[in-house]
């Protein structure tokens, strides 16, 4: 697993301070203003002075970036967090520690894939499999997904009759 995960990608400048705006790659903008460090690509120290959402964006002042030049030169500069900062509650996961995992039948044993995706309708996040020919979208939620095993690679799924016809 990875101890660094993305979490954000700094898309612009926010006012003539030094602040940037970033494009939270995380559950929601106010996720990420919680952290007081996150971490460059070298996985160097950032330290954020202040943020705040701003609709679906966030407005960060980083330490050291007083100037809408110095802010500019970070544009597409992604963000990173240490997946020790945050404690996850059971049954929740990292979503770049989903991605990649054998999807298999609870049932019979069928491997239908690898998950590839992981996107949110509001009502829930939704899991897409595919096996390299054709995909297919799973609920994450019971009583479709059975055990979510990170270790193994695997997650074991409850396919209803007819989703796959």
Not at 56 to 81: F, H, Q, W
Not at 141 to 155: S, V
């Amino acid at each position: 697993m990875k101890q660094f995960l993305e979490i954000g990608q700094i898309v612009g400048v926010h006012a003539l301070k030094g602040e940037v705006r970033v494009d939270p790659w995380c559950d929601s903008p106010e996720f990420l203003c919680e952290f007081d460090e996150l971490y460059d690509a070298k996985h160097n120290v950032v330290r954020i002075l202040s943020s705040r959402p701003q609709k679906n964006i966030v407005i960060m002042k980083i330490e050291g970036v007083d100037t809408p030049e110095a802010a500019s030169a970070l544009r597409g500069k992604v963000l990173y967090m240490d997946r020790d900062d945050v404690e996850l509650e059971k049954g929740t996961y990292f979503v770049q520690d989903l991605l990649g995992l054998t999807v298999e039948d609870a049932d019979n044993g069928t491997v239908y894939g690898k998950l590839t995706d992981v996107t949110n309708n509001g009502a829930g996040d939704i899991y897409t499999v595919s096996d390299g020919k054709k995909s297919f979208l799973i609920p994450a939620a019971d009583p479709f997904i059975e055990k979510t095993d990170i270790e193994g690679g695997k997650l074991f799924v409850h396919i209803p009759d007819g989703l796959l016809d």
